[in-house]
């Protein structure tokens, strides 16, 4: 049983644009919903996490949207550079343990 | 470098032989866990410490696994008679008490023949 839900498997989007990754939880128990980065041969980086009392949160080019009642969320990267161009994980949590999603690998175009 | 730290980085094994990994967490983190990942998913949770107590195991860690974290510090993963399907990323990851912020380290990458 998966738990938690990714999509797209894999996003190229042109230097500017706002890819948007989406994902889709089971449990109404997990009460932490954190992004991850992931650099090839690298481990997981954080990049910005939200709780579900929460229906946005920001920080500097990267935005979590939640939808608590659709069990859902999703990461918009605004102004995306090649340098963004990873794997990157949505998550959740509850009591510590961490649920990864199967990751969308993002390539943004020069 | 304050980080979660892990030794080795790569490891390269004949089957049926045993491994140690070694993780170093970020110093007063309380928690440490271990997380496998293979070629194209996702982390998956193996096992977690608070202090030197195993509080919780998947399913995933079979008898042939063992972690310990003997004084609330540094943490091993122990495979015993390796298998090829062992092959993957092994990561670590600290947080501290009452925070649910994981910080990872590098990994080691294991390789069975």
């Known amino acids: 049983q998966q738990q938690v839900k990714q999509s797209p498997q894999s996003l190229i989007v042109q230097k500017g644009g706002i890819p948007i990754i989406n994902c889709a939880y089971e449990?109404?128990?997990?009460?932490?919903f954190p992004w991850y980065q992931q650099f090839p041969g690298k481990g997981p980086a954080l990049l910005i996490a939200?709780?579900?009392?929460?229906s946005e949160k920001k920080e500097g080019r990267f935005t979590i949207s939640f939808n608590k009642s659709a069990k859902q969320f999703s990461l918009h990267i605004m102004d995306s550079q090649p340098g963004d161009s990873a794997t990157y994980f949505c998550a959740a949590s509850k009591g510590g343990k961490i649920i990864f999603g199967k990751g969308t690998r993002l390539h943004i175009l020069p | 470098d304050t980080g979660v730290s892990q030794d080795p980085r790569h490891k390269i094994t004949k089957r049926g032989q045993n491994v140690t990994f070694r993780c170093d967490p970020i110093?007063?983190?309380?928690?440490l866990y271990w997380y496998r990942q293979t070629l194209g998913q996702g982390p998956e949770f193996l096992t977690y410490f608070q202090n030197e107590a195993q509080l919780e195991k998947s399913r995933l860690l079979s008898d042939r696994f063992s972690a310990e974290r003997p004084k609330g510090s540094f943490s091993t993963l122990e495979i015993q008679r390796t298998e090829q399907g062992d092959s993957a990323m092994y990561l670590c990851?600290?947080?501290?008490?009452?925070?649910?912020?994981?910080?990872f380290g590098p990994g080691t990458r294991l390789t069975v023949l």
């Open positions: 990851a600290s947080s501290s008490a009452g925070s649910d912020t994981q910080y």
């Open positions: 449990n109404t128990a997990f009460d932490y």
């Open positions: 110093s007063e983190h309380n928690r």
């Open positions: 939200i709780r579900p009392d929460v």
